[in-house]
Nanobody, 118 residues
Framework: QVQMAESGGGLVQAGGSLRLSCLFS????????VNWFRQAPGKEREFVAA????????YYADSVKGRFTISKDNAEKTVYLQMNSLKVEDTAVYFC???????????WGQGTQVTVSS
């Protein structure tokens, strides 16, 4: 069973940046998709971004397009989420997941808290 561990969350002022990491216990296959989701208090979990491991093609929610960048490091078995121009509404617990399609997930990490202050 694959395990993932997110890190990099924290407290940042609006307009600032954070980089989240998702470390896999085993490198995803080329057919896998790695997703980032987030869940704010009292709200449903929402899709943020995804990357296909094999082709490295990327996908973003409209709310983060142009501000967030998802990338991967094969050797480090890690997926990153670079978050720039952060807004208060980006405050949430961020989860990475692995699945076989965009926004589909078989395995989840434990999440990392991102708090953006005004």
């Amino acid at each position: 069973q694959v395990q993932m561990a997110e890190s990099g969350g924290g407290l940042v002022q609006a307009g600032g940046s954070l980089r989240l990491s998702c470390l896999f216990s085993a490198r995803p296959y080329s057919s896998h998709v790695v997703n980032w989701f987030r869940q704010a208090p009292g709200k449903e979990r929402e899709f943020v971004a995804a990357i296909r491991w094999g082709r490295a093609s990327t996908y973003y929610a409209d709310s983060v397009k142009g501000r967030f960048t998802i990338s991967k490091d094969n050797a480090e078995k890690t997926v990153y989420l670079q978050m720039n121009s952060l807004k208060v509404e980006d405050t949430a617990v961020y989860f990475c997941s692995r699945g076989t399609n965009i926004a589909s997930s078989d395995y989840w990490g434990q999440g990392t808290q991102v708090t953006v202050s005004s």
